[in-house]
């Protein structure tokens, strides 16, 4: 019993508490990152609690410090939890089965997959793509890299065969995790074919190791593929944990970036398993029994550290879903929260603004009255759909959490605590304990008055900041640390009412969410360029109902009439699926005769933005353009996005 309790001491249970250990996690940051610390299981404690400098950027909590997260996450439970659910696994089709492993049975797979892995040739450092739909054996590859010391690269299974290659390429993985296929909805995903197509351009793989979950055919390349279940037969059952310093990098995750490649984001074992399980743990304040289910996929930052690493080092149990929210209708988010008695539900406005849409019967047919506590994630929601949360889900009972992050944070920076701290409708509210938030005017000065808007920035470290940047600490440095000095930029915008309560208002860069996924333009434009009749092409978000926003893209072509334009426009969009992956499809194409430019011949997308948002009256100064006709021109052929 010691060890479960140590892990409650963590928890905050009032306002004054959360008042109490903010203002110590100020006052004395290492002696309170400290004190949380002490609740995990270590093979030494750390000699140092916190070095950093922003001005390099460099970051490092609990150097010297050893341990394994998988020990926090599975050996620490099986004395008091063995035989407790740790992963309830709800298939696409609902007349599929239900699987359920305990925290034993999982323990025991991730080790005989970590032998699987050891006796692959995969060790300490390596890297490991793993490229898988939403099943166990998802979370079993990404524990028996951390198990083993090797550094796992979830890909999004939706991405395109370049978006795999690219990856795979810029952190080297030696080994490519797979699965014949996915279900998803009505579709069969052909991971394996895809990732075939990837591999032909990835030298670095040396074996792919293959579950068989569809039963599809697949290509076959000998020597370098094995069946999943055949390798794991015979693997033994008992892996002894590497022992891992606190700052060894545990994953890599990508995201868009404004520019260029996606940005492969460094976290390390200590700090991460520490943040991520203490923001777990006091924003949705799980407690024993619960059942949890946040709706993310594992292949984006919210499905590693809020369905796998820190539901799991809490000792909770975290359900995955394998399918959509759609299929086979529009009352299967209800469907599944009634049918395990699901307790945490923690979704994407975009899904809410979705299901509202649908009759409040699909809703109201099925039982909720399990729920306790509401989480939104990923973009800012609306009030609109706050409120339809909160009433037809939540029963106007449950507290909704609206928590702010970040890839690159590693866990929730901004965010209420579930029923303890007070919520306001479309408000992150306050910074958890730790995080050093404040907003900044466009010369980078701190604004101090008690209602402000700006650009969000934090001042002072917290243990999951992503290191740096896979291959690229110039970047990382430029990215996240220069737009003000001695500052962490997370690149979004942000207002305060006169509590201290933070409103997200989105990003203040090119990245747009789409669906909360986040997409850098330049690389869709890219994409597009590369059609042979495209001259050039500009692409803008702009506010959508459903996915939050939109992307709208204008191209200029060498083709001038109506009926080609036509066949250009599916062309562009299979060739974005194809290069990024279906998520990055404009939503609108505009044929235009040029694009609005600087005298230094930079895009003004500024003006863009607006003319695809239907806001053409008020465009601001556009007397430094090179072209300043062409704007009206755009605005006279623009696309009814309304
Ligand atoms: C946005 C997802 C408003 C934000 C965890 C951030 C949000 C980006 C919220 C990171 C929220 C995330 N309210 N905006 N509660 N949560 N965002 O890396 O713009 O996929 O910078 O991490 O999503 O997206 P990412």
């Not at 996690?25 to 404690?45: C, R, Y």
């Not at 997260?69 to 407790?84: A, M, P, S, V, Y």
């Amino acid at each position: 019993m010691k060890r479960e309790r140590k892990l409650d001491k963590m928890v905050i249970t009032s306002e004054a508490q959360y008042k109490e250990a903010y203002k110590k996690s100020v006052e004395d940051p290492q002696a309170f990152w400290a004190g949380i610390a002490e609740n995990f299981q270590w093979h030494k404690k750390w000699d140092r609690v916190l070095s950093y400098d922003w001005s390099v950027p460099e970051t490092k909590w609990f150097e010297g410090g050893k341990l394994n997260i998988t020990e926090n996450c599975l050996d620490r439970h099986l004395k008091e939890r063995g035989q407790q659910t740790a992963i309830i696994w709800e298939p696409n089709d609902p007349g599929d089965d239900v699987r359920k492993i305990t925290y034993a049975e999982l323990h025991e797979y991730v080790c005989r997959f970590a032998n699987v892995l050891k006796d692959n040739g995969i060790g300490k450092g390596d890297r490991v793509c793993i490229y898988m739909p939403m099943l166990i054996e998802l979370t079993v590859a990404v524990l028996a890299c951390a198990r083993v010391g090797a550094i796992h690269s979830v890909v999004f299974a939706g991405f395109s065969a370049r978006s795999l290659a690219t990856r795979i390429n810029d952190s080297q993985c030696k080994m490519l995790i797979t699965a014949d296929g996915g279900f998803r909805g009505t579709k069969n995903i052909p991971l394996k074919e895809i990732a075939d197509e990837a591999l032909d351009h990835c030298p670095s793989v040396e074996n792919v190791i293959i579950y068989k979950n569809t039963g599809q055919s697949i290509e076959w390349v000998s020597e370098r593929d094995h069946w999943w279940h055949l390798e794991t037969r015979n693997a033994s059952p008992e892996f002894t944990a590497e022992v891992m310093d606190a700052e060894d990098p545990l994953f890599i995750l990508y995201t868009s970036g404004s520019t260029g490649n996606p940005k492969g984001m460094v976290h390390s074992c200590a700090g991460y398993m520490v943040y991520t399980t203490y923001t777990f743990k006091n924003v949705f304040q799980y407690k024993d029994g619960d059942i949890y289910w946040c709706t993310a996929d594992i292949g984006w930052i919210t499905g590693h550290s809020y369905i796998i690493y820190g539901p799991l080092a809490a000792g909770a149990t975290t359900l995955m879903f394998e399918g959509i929210p759609s299929y086979p209708d529009n009352g299967r988010f209800w469907e599944v929260c009634a049918k395990h008695k699901v307790t945490h539900f923690y979704t994407a406005p975009t899904a809410i603004r979705a299901l509202e849409k649908h009759p409040v019967s699909l809703v109201e047919k099925h039982d909720l009255s399990g729920l306790k506590v509401l989480g939104s994630v990923g973009e800012p929601i609306n009030r609109e759909a706050w409120m339809w949360y909160s009433k037809h889900i939540g029963k106007d009972k449950c507290p909704v959490v609206d928590t702010w992050w970040q890839t690159e944070t590693g866990g929730i920076l901004i965010s209420s605590l579930a029923g303890v701290t007070r919520q306001k409708a479309t408000f992150a509210t306050l910074p958890m304990p730790g995080i050093q938030a404040i907003l900044l005017d466009n010369e980078g000065k701190e604004l101090k008055s008690d209602t402000a808007e700006g650009t969000l920035a934090i001042k002072y470290p917290w243990p999951s900041i992503a290191r740096t940047i896979y291959g690229d600490h110039d970047r990382y440095k430029k990215v996240y640390f220069s737009a003000f000095k001695d500052h962490y930029f997370p690149g979004d915008g942000a207002l305060k009412d006169e509590e201290g309560n933070y409103r997200i208002t989105g990003r203040v860069d090119d990245v747009v969410i789409v669906s909360g996924h986040n997409l850098g333009t330049a690389p869709i434009e890219n994409a597009i360029n590369e059609h042979e009749m495209v001259v050039e092409s500009a692409v803008v978000g702009y506010p959508h109902p459903i996915k939050g926003n939109a992307l709208y893209a204008y191209v200029i072509t060498y083709s001038n009439t109506e009926e080609a334009n036509q066949k250009l426009e599916d062309e562009i969009k299979g060739l974005v699926a194809r290069t990024i992956g279906a998520i990055a499809k404009p939503e609108e194409i505009q044929f235009v005769p040029g694009l609005p430019k600087t005298r230094s011949g930079k895009i003004m997308r500024r003006i863009l933005r607006k003319v695809a948002s239907g806001e053409c009256e008020n465009l601001g100064d556009t007397s430094t353009l090179l072209n300043p006709d062409i704007v009206n021109e755009i605005i006279s052929g623009k696309v009814n996005t309304n």
